[in-house]
């Protein structure tokens, strides 16, 4: 904790903005989080929320429509904003790397697998083909590919599923870099591909020293994986802090809402617990607290004034004016009517 | 489609896998045979040709072919209007033809690859710039066109060749253009980008691999436009220059005497030109399925 994280984002804003600047859409707006090195964050939150363009505004890959309004991201001691195209392209795949959605589509289909786990380490070491090739044999090992002398000179039709997922794995890896950003890389997977890759990836982060930046809307995943935790909503992070803690007592009531409507095995409930009403326009976001319309606990305050980013206790904060420390009494009131 | 049950006969030779009879299936035999002959021709022309096809003699011409009545054996397919053997141009007519279409070919696909990749992958003003000369490109008519190039630069072989692969890139351009849209929103596009492949490394490597099945496809169509448009052009005076023997140029020399019954000297390279386009068009049809079910509705 006491030395500097590997990753911070501070008070960082990517908006989309139309070609005339009447709609501006804040899809990722005013977000604080760090990561120290070998630490893995979970980012959840509904589709929309900006978790994926939260994870392509730290690699500097936003769509022309969107920029990044304010703030710094720090990464090993420098602020990625400050860099040029050219060297975000070193970055990128060699100290920063990404594991896509859909492993089915993420391998091109007209090269063998040896040249296509070798391809960043041509790219960014300037290997040579053969050495190249040879690495990516024990890339396949490392990702536990029965067979790889056989295998990395197969095409990406020969393989399963979750072969081409660890296959991606292997890319990302390839380069040994500090940081893998993982963007939902396990939803097209059957359950049990699912435990098998998750488990390969923590282990993969433990002999490599890695960082993971996980993307989903699992919180089971985010359970098993993750040791910190940042919960998005509507462009914002609403709460953060570490997996156990926010599990056990969620601070703000989307958190709350959310681990409400995981249904559990012991459950005899008829329905399952859903939050009501529908994410906002980003576009067009509530003067006060973004999530106040759909809120049960919300004051006429939240409806007015959108709350600071406060810490709950040590190393957590959410984003709710019932977790401002100072909380006046109507807080206090409503907070015990609720209980 | 249905797979039938194949004959016993069929069975006992059951060393062909059903995958090789699918991707064989339909496949064009009779016009691959006639390009591989007019290929075989225009290679070896020079040993097949029975007469030098530039040199002729007053004193025996318009011999008709040899079936007909005053026909002989030595000028199987008669002699032209300054006697020359009318078979030994065909067969060296054929080798202006492959290498004119070929070679524009080439050059077409070339330019229009390139710039379609360039334009779809980049977007943005780059694609702007492409794709309205390629709207104003289609825009004029195409045989036009070529005409007035080539009054420009003069008629040449190879100014023929550059002028085609002028005229006709812009198709590869558009269609290109559409493949290389859909691949760049694919997964793999989008891993190399994360890996950090600089974007030239992407057209290159992810891009243009991907491409060359409707690339391929496309050559094969336009083989048959481009021989017929260079025996146009050579038809009207601006192609391949006399006394170079171009089937177009044949045409142009024995309209005269088609009306006075020597029906050889058009008919012959005319018919030369239709099989040879009829062959291309068939195997690119027949590839287009095979290759890229997308590219039906070109």
């Known amino acids: 904790m006491s030395s500097q994280p590997l990753l911070s984002l501070e008070n960082l804003s990517a908006h989309y903005v139309s070609q005339q600047g009447a709609r501006v859409v804040r899809a990722v707006d005013d977000v604080t989080l760090s990561l120290e090195a070998g630490g893995t964050l979970g980012i959840v939150g509904e589709s929309g929320s900006g978790k994926s363009t939260l994870a392509l505004t730290i690699l500097r890959l936003l769509p022309p429509a969107a920029r990044i309004v304010s703030g710094r991201m720090m990464f090993e001691g420098e602020n990625l904003l400050d860099k040029s195209d050219a060297e975000m392209r070193r970055v990128r795949g060699k100290r920063i790397a990404m594991i896509l959605q859909d492993p089915m589509a993420s391998l091109n289909p007209l090269f063998s697998i040896g040249n296509q786990v070798g391809e960043p380490l041509r790219v960014h070491e300037g290997a040579s083909r053969a050495s190249a090739w040879q690495r990516a044999v024990g890339l396949l090992k490392s990702v536990r590919i029965a067979s790889p002398e056989t295998r990395v000179s197969q095409f990406p039709h020969e393989m399963s599923g979750g072969m081409r997922q660890r296959i991606v794995g292997a890319i990302g890896i390839s380069c040994e870099p500090r940081l893998l950003i993982a963007d939902e890389p396990t939803t097209s997977l059957d359950l049990t591909i699912q435990a098998q890759y998750l488990n390969l990836l923590r282990d993969l982060q433990r002999e490599h020293g890695l960082a993971l930046i996980f993307i989903t809307h699992n919180l089971g995943i985010v359970a098993k994986m993750c040791d910190q935790l940042a919960v998005m909503y509507a462009g914002r992070v609403v709460e953060q802090g570490p997996v156990s803690r926010i599990f056990s007592a969620p601070a703000h009531p989307y958190t709350r809402a959310l681990l409400g409507s995981i249904p559990r095995m012991t459950d005899n409930r008829e329905h399952l617990t859903a ?56 807080v206090e009131l409503k907070r015990s009517t609720v209980a | 489609m249905a797979v039938t049950t194949p004959p016993l006969a069929a069975t006992a030779a059951a060393d062909v896998s059903p995958t090789a009879f699918w991707r064989l299936k339909g496949f064009p035999l009779i016009p691959v045979m006639i390009l591989l002959f007019i290929a075989f021709v225009a290679v070896f022309a020079d040993v097949l040709a029975p007469h030098d096809p530039q040199v002729g003699s007053l004193a025996r011409r318009f011999r008709p072919p040899f079936w007909q009545e005053g026909g002989s054996m030595t000028y199987l397919l008669g002699t032209d209007h300054v006697g020359r053997d009318v078979l030994s141009r065909l067969i060296f007519g054929a080798r202006v033809s492959m290498i004119v279409g070929i070679t524009a ?66 198709r590869y351009a558009r269609v290109i253009r559409g493949e290389v849209l859909s691949l760049k929103q694919r997964e793999f596009v989008r891993l190399a980008i994360v890996a950090g492949c600089s974007k030239r490394v992407i057209m290159w490597r992810h891009i243009l691999p991907n491409v060359i099945n409707s690339a391929v496809v496309l050559a094969t169509l336009m083989l048959g436009v481009v021989i017929v448009t260079e025996a146009s052009l050579s038809f009207l005076g601006v192609g391949v220059p006399p006394p170079k023997p171009a089937w177009g140029l044949m045409m142009a020399d024995g309209k005269k005497g088609l009306m006075v019954g020597y029906w050889w000297l058009t008919v012959l390279p005319g018919l030369c030109i239709m099989l040879m386009v009829l062959s291309a068009n068939l195997l690119g049809d027949w590839l287009r399925v095979k290759l890229d079910p997308q590219l039906r509705q070109l």
């Open chain 2, 105 to 170: 070919v080439l050059v077409a696909g070339g330019i229009g690859t390139l710039l379609g990749i360039v334009s779809g992958y980049l977007g943005g003003w780059a694609d702007q710039v492409v794709m309205r000369i390629t709207d104003t490109w289609l825009a004029l008519p195409a045989l036009t066109f070529a005409i007035f190039l080539a009054a420009i630069v003069g008629p040449s072989e190879l100014n023929i060749i550059v002028i085609l692969g002028l005229v006709y890139w812009t």
């Open chain 1, 275 to 330: 939050i009501d009403g529908q994410p906002p326009d980003l576009a067009a976001l509530p003067p006060g607290c973004a999530f106040a319309p759909r809120c049960p606990m919300a004051l006429a305050r939240c409806r007015a004034e959108a709350p600071p980013e406060c810490a709950v206790d040590e190393g957590r904060t959410a984003r709710c004016w019932l977790a401002v420390p100072d909380a006046d009494a109507k």
